[in-house]
Structure formats: C-alpha cells, structure tokens
C-alpha cells in the first residue's frame, strides 16, 4: 500500500531534550516537506526537500532541521525543543515538483514540549 | 506571494442539506487550487484540483468546486451531505509553473448533524 509513515503518533518531551521525528515513505517520491498545523493557523511548512540531499526553508523553519540522506525517509530533528513547538507534525510527499501529481500526507504526530 | 482565505471557521449543516464552503485566494499570477480533507485523527487527502481548463471541477465523494477567476473565488460545495463528511476543510494555492509552495487557508470545520 502507497503510504507516508510517520513516527512517533504521540510524543511528550521536555524543553531543551532532542528528539526527532521520522518519515518514510514508499512511493519513490522526489518531492518531500513538513509542514505543522495549530489551531486557527492552518498548516505552515517548515522545510522541504525536492530531492535527495536537497533541502529548503518554508514559512517557519526556526528550531528545526531536516536531512535527506535517502529518497524515501526526511527526518524533522528538534535539537532544543521548546513549548512553542508543541503542535501536531505532519509529513507530505509528491512524485516530483509539479502539481499535477498531488501531496499524500501521513498521519500526523501529535508533540507535546513541556 | 499568493494568500487564501477561508471565510468560515465552523460550518454546522443537518445531513442531507447542501453545503458550500467559501474560499478566496489573492494572487498576482496565475494559480493552481486545492481542497484538501482532513478526518479526525488523520492527515490531509486531496479532494480536488483545479489547473487549468473547466473552472467547474468534480473530485471524490460528491464534492465539486467552481474556479471564478474575476471574483478569485474557489468555492467548494456539495448538494447533499452525509454524517461522514464531517471534517476540517483546507482550500490552498499555488503558484502555476510548478512551484513548490503550496500555501493553506486556515481551515473550515464541517459539523454534519441527523
């Protein structure tokens, strides 16, 4: 099944305690990004990815960094997460840059930084 | 840079009665539309696209969208609603020539009540 994995699905942490975020996905999809979504804001992305070891800023990338190493997985890595942080992740995919093909989204992972 | 606006944060409509959700974009170039779904607990789906060609466009589970250019409206309606359509709504917009941002309104909630 063509699918965006994220883990974890729920995840309480302290300030200042690293942590990361994984996604994979098995589609062979150039194009990945992360975006966060917080009530009354909508979604925003943080960073994305059009390929392998291509990576860029989106609207928020302030306190997260991002790698990818391999097509399929794009790590979201909080090296000092702080309680502004706390908001529900989610990883998106495409074939590649154009719109034709559309973003699948995983399921989401719920962050919580006290 | 392109903006959306959805104009209803809460929609609540009895089952079976139509429903349209409104949204506007602002943008100095031509653009690509989206209406994205989001269940409870899940990520986002695609419902529909526009990119060029009819302005009226059908996607999946009854819903349809109308693009009208002179208005920069992207409404998304449907004739008759079921229980399960209850979910989060996200118009977004991008830029046309396959641009990588990909920009979300804030959502609307979607009640659907017997």
């Known amino acids: 099944e063509a699918q965006v994995t994220q883990n974890p699905r729920y995840l309480i942490t302290v300030t200042g305690k690293k942590l990361t975020v994984t996604c994979s996905q098995n589609?062979?999809?150039?194009?990945m990004s992360w975006y966060r979504q917080d009530p009354g804001l909508g979604l925003r992305q943080i960073y994305y990815?059009?390929?392998?070891?291509?990576?860029d800023k989106g609207d928020v990338p302030e306190g997260y960094k991002v790698s990818r190493k391999e097509k399929r997985n794009f790590p979201l890595i909080l090296e000092s997460p702080s309680p502004n942080q706390t908001s529900l992740y989610f990883c998106?995919?495409?074939?590649?840059?154009?719109?034709?093909?559309?973003?699948?989204f995983g399921n989401g992972t719920r962050l919580t930084v006290t | 840079a392109q903006s959306v606006t959805q104009l209803d944060s809460q929609v609540p409509v009895f089952e079976e009665a139509p429903v349209e959700l409104r949204c506007n974009y602002s943008?100095?170039?031509?653009?690509?539309l989206f209406w994205y779904v989001q269940y409870p607990n899940q990520g986002l789906q695609l419902l529909l696209k526009?990119?060029?060609?009819?302005?009226l466009v059908k996607g999946i589970n009854g819903f349809e969208a109308e693009f009208n250019k002179s208005q920069t409206s992207f409404h998304l309606r449907k004739p008759s609603v079921h229980i399960s359509d209850t979910a989060e709504y996200f118009c977004?917009?991008?830029?046309?020539?396959?641009?990588?941002?990909?920009?979300f309104g804030k959502g609307t909630k979607l009640t659907v009540n017997p």
């Open positions: 998106a995919s495409r074939r590649d840059r154009s719109y034709n093909s559309p973003l699948h």
């Open positions: 589609m062979n999809h150039e194009y």
């Open positions: 990815s059009m390929n392998v070891e291509v990576t």
């Open positions: 943008s100095s170039v031509s653009v690509y």
């Open positions: 526009y990119l060029s060609g009819s302005t």
């Open positions: 977004a917009v991008s830029k046309q020539g396959g641009s990588e941002k990909l920009v």
